[in-house]
């Protein structure tokens, strides 16, 4: 499903953050992706979604080389691919509903389908009932789990979510992996940038370590293997 080969990325400002990369991901696995602070791990996981292309090297997602993907395709790509952030990055004067639904009206659907869809995806992450609150009246938890179910709105193949419980208490965390959980389990591929040295030790899943831009180990369920 996502298959990198020999990526090397270098940005504008000489630093290369990620130095030969090759890794292959399937269809329905939940990988983590740890590593120190600026060990690539975001720049990682913007490559795959194609917010930043490779100096080097090769990146296919579902057989296509997304390097050489044209600017006007890259929505399609992205259509299959949610993007769950650290930070939330929901549209505040907007409410919970249209917060979700703007992801299916950019890509056309039709407005019964809208609905129905939003009102499935808020009732998975348990938000059905503020539907009409805007992110500002949610605790983080809640607008994390708005993220989440903006990013699965459109039924994608795969899931990133960088630091998804960065911002979050221990409790609500729990309730982010439980949802992240579910979702691959219904099939969706899931990669998770995290800091959590105890969500990869007790929800064990493929850990893919990172440090200075190089995979340095990767295990089906591994440890987090850093002391912090
Ligand atoms: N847009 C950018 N322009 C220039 N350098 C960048 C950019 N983004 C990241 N870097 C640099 O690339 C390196 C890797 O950064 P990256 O954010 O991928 O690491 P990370 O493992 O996600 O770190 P953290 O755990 O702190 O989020 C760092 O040295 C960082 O300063």
Redo the contacts with the bound molecule.
């Keep these: 499903m996502i298959t990198m080969k020999n990526v090397h990325k270098t940005?504008?400002?000489g630093?290369t953050?990620v130095n030969g990369i090759n890794v292959e991901i399937d269809r329905g696995e939940f990988v983590y992706i740890v590593?120190?602070?600026?060990?690539?791990?975001?720049?990682?996981i913007r490559l795959i979604y194609r917010e930043e292309k490779p100096t080097k090297g090769e990146i296919m997602i579902k057989g296509i080389k997304t390097a050489e993907m044209k600017n006007r395709d890259v929505p399609l790509l992205r259509r299959d691919i949610g993007v769950v952030f650290q930070d939330f990055k929901l549209l505040p004067k907007l409410t919970v509903y249209e917060n979700v639904a703007f992801a299916l009206e950019v890509i056309e659907e039709v407005p019964d389908k809208i609905r129905e869809r939003v009102m499935e995806v808020l009732d998975l992450v348990g938000l059905k009932n503020k539907a009409r609150s805007i992110p500002d009246e949610l605790s983080g938890g809640e607008q994390q789990r708005v993220a989440i179910a903006r990013a699965i709105a459109n039924r994608p193949n795969i899931v990133i979510a960088d630091?998804p419980t960065g911002n979050l208490d221990p409790d609500t965390s729990w309730t982010i992996m439980r949802i992240l959980e579910e979702i691959n389990a219904r099939g969706t591929t899931v990669i998770m940038?995290t800091?959590s040295q105890e969500i990869v030790n007790t929800i064990k899943k493929r850990v893919i370590a990172?440090e200075n831009g190089i995979i340095v180990r990767d295990e089906d369920r591994g440890d987090y293997g850093y002391e912090i």
Excluded: D
């Excluded at 120190?36 to 990682?44: D, H, L, N, R, W």
């Design positions: 940005y504008s400002n630093v953050a590593g120190p602070s600026g060990a690539g791990k975001s720049t990682f630091e940038a800091h990172i």
